[in-house]
């Protein structure tokens, strides 16, 4: 069995402030872990996932997320907001074995200028 | 290019009449999935397909039907849609499951049932 969590269905911040997007999962397995970025009347696309290695995983558009497995969390985060990156953020768990992506609710961001 | 195709994108209908989104992909992907997406709920799984003349019922299936018959195709089937089946709906693929695959999603359709 597999779920996320994601913390704040909104987050507000301001241009150029720091992003930090909160996500946290069970799974029975190793998880595999995605951020998807869903912008307004489009589809999702990926962001960035962690398999295995390297727990620091760097994505598109300066985003980056690091995997902790004693805080079974993924967060998202990127140091400097732009008005771009106003969208909506899922993360999403599956793993080895599993025939289906488990997505967060989740979290809608908006930058303020 | 690569890329998930749906339509209609944007479908008003009336309670009971039986309709078909389509769902088309061109990279060969063996996994194919349909979910929906409601405010506050996030994105839930339907149905899915793990190959041709392959698949299984996600999360939220009841009112729903699917087929796979061809390794591109995948529609999803509302035979008698009702008004809690108003959602957008993503159709996505990607090369296996249960793996660090990633999922390529459709632009979504826009479904209303009055």
């Known amino acids: 069995a597999q779920s996320v969590t994601q913390l704040g269905s909104h987050v507000s911040v301001s241009e150029g402030a720091l992003v930090l997007l909160r996500c946290n999962y069970s799974?029975?397995?190793?998880?595999?872990l995605f951020w998807y970025v869903q912008y307004p009347n489009q589809g999702l696309q990926l962001l960035l996932k962690y398999t295995t290695g390297a727990t620091l995983v760097k994505g598109i558009n300066g985003f980056e997320a690091e995997f902790k497995k004693s805080e079974t969390s993924f967060h998202l985060t990127k140091p400097s907001a732009h008005m771009s990156d106003a969208a909506e953020y899922f993360c999403?768990?599956?793993?080895?074995?599993?025939?289906?992506?488990?997505f967060g609710k989740g979290t809608k961001l908006s930058v303020i200028p | 290019e690569a890329q998930v195709t749906q339509n209609p994108r944007y479908l008003i209908t009336v309670t009971g009449k039986k309709l078909t989104v389509t769902c088309s992909q061109n990279m060969n992907h063996e996994y194919m999935s349909w979910y929906r997406q409601d405010p506050g709920l996030g994105l839930r799984q339907i149905y899915y397909?793990?190959?041709?003349?392959?698949?299984d019922k996600g999360d939220v299936p009841e009112g729903y039907k699917v087929s796979r018959k061809e390794k591109r195709n995948f529609p999803l089937i509302l035979e008698s849609p009702s008004p809690n089946q108003t959602s957008l709906y993503f159709c996505a693929s990607s090369l296996s499951s249960g793996g660090p695959y990633e999922q390529y999603f459709g632009p979504g359709t826009r479904l209303t049932v009055t």
């Open positions: 999403a768990v599956t793993g080895a074995g599993s025939y289906q992506l488990t």
């Open positions: 799974s029975s397995v190793p998880p595999y």
């Open positions: 397909s793990m190959n041709v003349e392959v698949t």
